[in-house]
């Protein structure tokens, strides 16, 4: 296993968002620290005993806030640090240089801090005694909001993993929380779904759903097939813990004279699925183009004529929150705060702030009226991205009002499919190029960059779906049959 020592490290800062980090030139970071809160006993008489206590149970504490401290010389890298004072800045220490020492790019892994900010200065001397040659340095305390974050950046991709579908993996979703009992622990991204579209040709021609106990490793068929034979399945989501959770799946098909339609689970053992068909709205014809699970309260589907609905019981009843008619809607991305963006043909986008009870038509981010906006995507800082069927990718960090046009640095993309986030900073972008294969890009810089770094995907005919587990732990999936994730010296995950 690698060795790392203090020399090693290079700490790197950035001011503003979609602007590189720069890197820094101090000695050095110390002082890291993670806040996990405390742990505190829960006492309750022992009834065995007298003037005796039992722990019932042992609650965690809210954790503080993560800092570091930075150690530099009274010269210019002080002055820097002291200009810092009221900014709020995003900051990386990387290890194991593999190139030039000030390439972004040439490191093996790192941690990061979002929204940091610089804490209390006490400066204790200000000048040299005389006599004394050790150099005069200060320690620059500071405190984020996120973090430290680890990050491999020498990231790869597993071979394509087994399994028996044959058409097109059109979506996945995995348990992230697992918060079962700790004889039943689950590592997340261990659990989770696959669903595909119906195969023409085939003697049913019926869509699957897939499942995975084992990180993807081995893929079954689940018990029962949620819709008809010729319809698709768009799009599924799951919420709750391995032996307990709901799984809930969308018709990407016409259904001539029905409406728009989902089928949930509720599972108990994995695999075993009974599903109930849902009505989405009374539209004949309509069908779902992705779903978006918010929470229990704020589930919401976009369909291929300009709806947007939304259920507030697991997917039992929806109701619609925005119905245009047209254009097709592609995605939708939502935050807690209410904050909710949809994209679509026709170069549309646009904005909830309230979880859908109003919308604004936002002004996208080409003049191209035949544009086909296929992705979205907003992080907690409220940061959205949105790619095309021209192979665009563009970020707005003012709700729209601006647009900022990111590269795609070391391929040419024809075809945006997919851009999700971990978090701020660490955003995977599902791309196609011109011969139909696919490709993964990762940007560590919140979007500044989008590279490919050492993400080779195995052969592929195109991709359609990614799903992010945590910064280092990725799902790809794509057409006839294709999935892979990503292995990280960092996670450890099954192989």
């Known amino acids: 296993m690698t060795s790392y020592t203090y020399q090693d490290g290079r700490i790197w800062v950035q001011e503003k968002k979609f602007e590189p980090y720069v890197l820094l030139l101090p000695y050095g970071m110390t002082d890291i620290t993670d806040p996990v809160g405390s742990l505190n006993p829960v006492r309750e008489p022992d009834p065995g005993r007298r003037r005796r206590t039992v722990v019932t149970d042992i609650l965690r504490g809210e954790p503080g806030l993560p800092g570091f401290t930075i150690e530099c010389r009274f010269k210019k890298t002080l002055n820097y640090m002291l200009s810092l004072k009221s900014r709020i800045t995003n900051w990386q220490v990387h290890m ?142 799951v919420i709750g813990d391995k032996y307990d959770h709901r799984v809930i799946v969308s018709r990407g098909t016409t259904d001539a004279g029905e409406a728009a339609e989902i089928a949930y689970a509720d599972v108990t053992t994995v695999g075993t699925t009974a599903w109930v068909a849902v009505d989405v709205g009374s539209v004949d014809g309509q069908y779902i183009n992705h779903l978006f699970m918010l929470d229990w309260n704020h589930i919401y589907a976009v369909t291929d004529d300009g709806y947007v609905y939304r259920s507030s019981d697991g997917g039992a009843s929806w109701t619609a929150k925005l119905s245009l008619g047209t254009p097709v809607f592609n995605e939708s991305s939502w935050l807690r705060t209410g904050i909710g963006w949809v994209v679509g043909a026709s170069n549309t986008v646009y904005l909830t702030k309230d979880f859908g009870e109003s919308w604004t038509a936002i002004t996208a981010p080409t003049a191209g009226a035949g544009d086909v906006n296929n992705t979205v995507h907003v992080t907690p800082d409220g940061t959205v991205f949105i790619g095309n069927d021209a192979g665009e990718i563009y970020g707005s960090f003012n709700e729209g009002t601006e647009w900022t046009t990111l590269a795609a640095q070391g391929v040419t993309p024809t075809d945006i499919k997919r851009i999700r986030g971990a978090d701020d900073t660490h955003l995977y972008i599902a791309l196609n190029l011109t011969d139909d294969t696919g490709r993964v890009l990762r940007s560590t810089d919140g979007g500044a960059q989008f590279q490919l770094w050492s993400l080779n995907l195995p052969t592929n005919t195109g991709l359609n779906a990614l799903f992010i587990v945590d910064p280092n732990y990725v799902y790809v999936a794509g057409d006839t049959g294709f999935i892979t994730k990503a292995s990280s010296q960092i996670t450890a995950i099954p192989t």
């Open 96 to 237: 194991g240089a593999c190139e030039r020492p000030d390439n972004y790019n040439a490191s093996e892994i790192g941690l990061g801090w979002d929204a940091v900010r610089r804490g209390d200065l006490g400066i204790d001397r200000v000048a040299q005694i005389q006599g004394d040659d050790s150099p005069i340095a200060k320690s620059i305390p500071f405190v984020g909001e996120i973090g430290p974050t680890p990050a491999d950046y020498e990231l790869e991709f597993i071979s394509a993993m087994t399994i028996a579908e044959t058409d097109d993996i059109t979506d996945v979703a995995m348990i992230v929380d697992e918060c079962d009992d700790i004889s039943t622990q689950h590592d997340p991204g261990d659990n989770g779904y696959a669903v595909s579209a119906a195969l023409a040709g085939s003697p049913v021609n019926v869509a699957n759903v897939w499942y995975t106990t084992d990180g993807g490793t081995n893929w079954a068929e689940c018990s029962e097939r949620p819709f008809a034979a010729g319809e698709d399945i768009s799009s599924v989501v």
